[in-house]
């Protein structure tokens, strides 16, 4: 096998592995035989494992993922897309976007775009992977801003994330370090941190009050999720070629598809998505007992991009911007009632 198909086995086992290979887009150089592993490679790893893991939390994914299995067809991951929140006090945990963010630049990770999602009162960041920026999924970070909330609810996001733990060992980061310095590193190395780098990706911090969830709740469906999802994927993504006709053949069979395509100014970029599933969380009522109620989970969206004249080279190149209009567009999925926008 190639050092990506030993990680990803490594984390997923041989039938999920084997199963992410088939469905998956996967550049022909990051499955080359190598004595060591490249961090395009790690990316790639990365990303597929993310990837398996949110078509186990969203129910319209799988059943749109086993149809292309079926079907013969594959998926284009497109971008994934994570929410942090800027605290301080947050326990462990690094606020913000350096919670993510610190294992994405060492893998070969830049931010290629900056997006102000005022009405939601956070910021986007989008990162591309510089070896392969149309190969390899892209990451949508975003930071919700406390500080343009009333206190209230800054004293409710603090008692939810107060109780984070730092899911990076410092072997972790001594294996980001090297790749930061060398780009590559060997397999074994590699394959032991990769479940931790995996771990960045979840939620941190223990079961939410549920008092301060309703706090958080009536003013920023945004940092609810947060609250019981963490930093998870919110939503993976599939590139395809035409997304309002995926979008009806979805519909057609009876899957929960938002009701409009978000459009960019550009007009280059179209996206629309499943609407979140409903999952249910533990919360902690006002006695301290655990009490379990249903709340919105993660996504998945579709999006087409289009062909631009890149302005450096004069060269055709995939338009892999974002925009923050369809972003606030697609984020309506978590909220609670799944409102469209």
């Known amino acids: 096998m190639s050092p990506l198909q030993d990680l990803v086995e490594t984390v997923l086992g041989a039938e999920r592995s084997d199963e992410m290979f088939k469905l998956l887009v996967v ?32 129910p319209a994914a799988a059943d749109y993922a086993a149809d292309c299995l079926r079907d013969g067809r594959t998926i284009f991951h497109d971008h994934g897309a994570v929410r942090t929140v800027v605290l301080s006090g947050m326990g462990a ?14 893998l070969g990770y830049q ?19 510089l070896d392969y920026p149309e190969d390899i999924a892209q990451f949508f970070v975003s930071e919700l801003h406390t500080d343009r909330f009333s206190p209230d609810f800054v004293k409710a996001a603090r008692a939810v994330t107060s109780t984070s733990r730092d899911p990076l060992s410092d072997e972790a980061k001594a294996v980001l370090a ?5 780009g590559e ?8 941190v990769l479940p931790v780098l995996a771990a960045c990706f979840d939620r941190q911090h223990e079961a939410p009050a549920q008092a301060d969830y309703e706090a958080l709740l009536a003013e920023s469906a945004e940092m609810a999720w947060i609250a019981t999802e963490g930093n998870a994927f919110n939503h993976a993504t599939d590139r395809v070629d035409d997304v309002e006709a995926v979008a009806e053949a979805q519909k057609s069979l009876g899957r929960p598809m938002k009701d409009t395509v978000e459009v960019s100014g550009s007009g280059r970029v179209r996206q629309t998505a499943f609407r979140a599933a409903q999952v249910m969380r533990d919360f902690v009522d006002a006695d301290g007992a655990t009490v379990t109620r249903p ?13 631009m004249t890149d ?28 409102a469209d926008r």
């Not at 090297?178 to 060398?182: H, L, W």
């Not at 590193?185 to 032991?192: E, I, P, Q, S």
């Not at 302005?311 to 799944?338: C, H, V, W, Y």
């Open 311 to 338: 302005e450096k080279t004069g060269r055709p190149r995939l338009d892999l911007a974002f925009d923050s209009s369809n972003a606030q567009g697609i984020f309506k999925m978590t909220a609670a009632a799944g």
């Open 111 to 129: 931010q290629n775009g900056l997006y102000p999602l005022e009405r939601l009162k956070m910021t986007g960041r989008s990162y591309a992977q």
């Open 27 to 58: 550049h022909p150089d990051l499955m080359a035989p190598a004595d060591r592993v490249s961090r395009a490679v790690m990316a790639q790893a990365l990303n597929m494992v993310l990837f398996s893991d949110l078509l186990l939390r969203v």
């Open 185 to 192: 590193v060997d397999l074994a190395a590699a394959a032991a």
């Open 93 to 106: 945990l690094p606020s913000g976007e350096a919670a993510v963010v610190r294992v994405l630049k060492p």
């Open 295 to 307: 709340a919105p989970g993660s996504f998945y969206e579709f999006i087409t991009r289009m062909q």
């Open 178 to 182: 090297t790749f930061q310095a060398k």
